[in-house]
């Protein structure tokens, strides 16, 4: 079955390549790990595929990226990049853990050629694969790729059209800023990278933040849950975490969850119990349910609409201090709805009032096979209200409603 996908950003050389790698990922709760760099021409191809064979023994899918498949080859020319995605793609797409490639990420405008041919390229030699890219957060994508010529919506879904690509990704940290005052900014980026998904059939994976990366503080266990669930619940299907290793000399980053020497730190086995968890209850049926719409309820952030009764037919109310309400359905029409405290160091409650077309809200565990009752509307009428809802910093609960 599918899942939202949890990965990183993998910058260990495959020529230092260590079994433990592979346990780690799988420990610490990854799905699709995007594997070492590796030189297609020039490393052990057998020893690259015992890695892959260990990480499907661990049930991960797997993303590859090889030096030789990077989008600036594109460069050198459209008949040596297509026969080398030609050559890559006999050797390993019969391999049952390999899922697809990582090529390229924070394009500028002297990219633009090279990201649409060569992922057209990829996408025809490969068209079961997927091919994972990845734009930076707005600020950076509006001042380097496009430059005020073009708006980011249609540039991702030009892409798309032409490339037949359905993946792309954003990068935004501001989140985790010591003040909290680049919240607005993680909700704007995931809103507005979601809606133009939307628009052209593309998963959105989001980038997040597992180290202290320039001015960003290191993440607790708190600030894992908060920027996973917070992703999701707006729509969001993967997360790529920046980063997992921390390196021997780095001014530009600390406090990653494996240190400089191997070692798991604390905050490794902050963001596996994160992560294992989110697996086994949402990682399974959020990828199946498509994102309809999210509110604010109490703050509001990110160009989300305030929620206000009448904007849905099933919760006249939504009641907290700092709150996230998001709708989805599923492939047969049923109602879901995700509720998210966005206080990042704070419990809270949040209560629903439900409209007279709601008999039963369940909230939904073990990806659906455990419902707990939440609300029953018995033989009552009109707007019923629920019990409060507690939910730790950045805590979801995802209710099947009936």
């Known amino acids: 079955m599918s899942k939202i996908k949890l990965t990183f950003w993998n910058y260990n050389d495959f020529v230092n390549y260590k079994p433990e790698w592979v346990r780690d990922w799988a420990e610490c709760g990854m799905t699709a790990p995007i594997a070492p760099r590796f030189s297609f021409e020039n490393e052990s191809h057998e020893a690259y595929r015992e890695m892959l064979d260990l990480a499907h023994s661990y049930g991960m899918d797997v993303i590859m990226q090889f030096n030789e498949a990077y989008l600036e080859n594109y460069n050198k020319g459209a008949d040596v990049y297509r026969a080398t995605i030609a050559a890559i793609y006999a050797e390993f797409a019969s391999h049952p853990a390999v899922i697809g490639l990582y090529v390229g990420e924070e394009p500028a405008t002297e990219h633009n050629e090279a990201y649409f041919e060569g992922v057209k390229i990829i996408k025809e030699t490969a068209p079961d694969w997927l091919v994972y890219v990845n734009l930076g957060s707005i600020e950076r994508t509006e001042r380097m790729l496009l430059k005020g010529e073009k708006k980011l919506e249609d540039w991702i879904c030009e892409f798309a059209d032409y490339t037949k690509s359905d993946v792309m990704g954003y990068g935004q940290y501001s989140q985790l800023s010591y003040d909290n005052n680049g919240i607005y900014e ?83 086995d902050d963001l596996a119990r994160v992560q294992k968890r989110f697996n086994v209850h949402h990682a399974e049926i959020f990828a199946n349910l498509d994102h309809v719409e999210s509110y604010n309820v109490g703050v509001g952030y990110g160009g989300y609409l305030y929620f206000v009764p009448g904007l849905t037919d099933l919760v006249d109310f939504a009641t907290s201090r700092s709150a996230l309400i998001s709708f989805f359905k599923d492939a047969e029409g049923n109602d879901y709805i995700a509720v998210v405290n966005t206080l990042q160091r704070e419990s809270a409650p949040i209560t629903l009032s439900f409209t007279d077309k709601v008999k039963t809200a369940q909230i939904v565990y073990h990806n659906g096979k455990v419902l707990q009752p939440c609300f029953d509307r018995g033989d009552r009428t009109g707007t019923v209200t629920t019990n409060e809802i507690w939910l730790a910093p950045g805590q979801m609960e995802l209710l099947k409603i009936n």
């Open 186 to 268: 993680h909700f704007e980026n995931i809103h507005r990278f979601v809606n133009a998904g939307k628009k052209c059939g593309s998963e959105i994976w989001s980038t997040l933040l597992s180290s202290a990366h320039y001015a960003y503080r290191v993440p607790t266990e708190d600030d894992f849950r908060w920027q996973l669930n917070t992703a999701v619940a707006c729509g969001c299907k993967a997360v790529v975490w920046f980063r997992l290793y921390d390196k021997l000399i780095a001014v530009d980053y600390h406090g990653s969850p494996i240190d400089e020497f191997g070692l798991r730190t604390t905050r490794y």
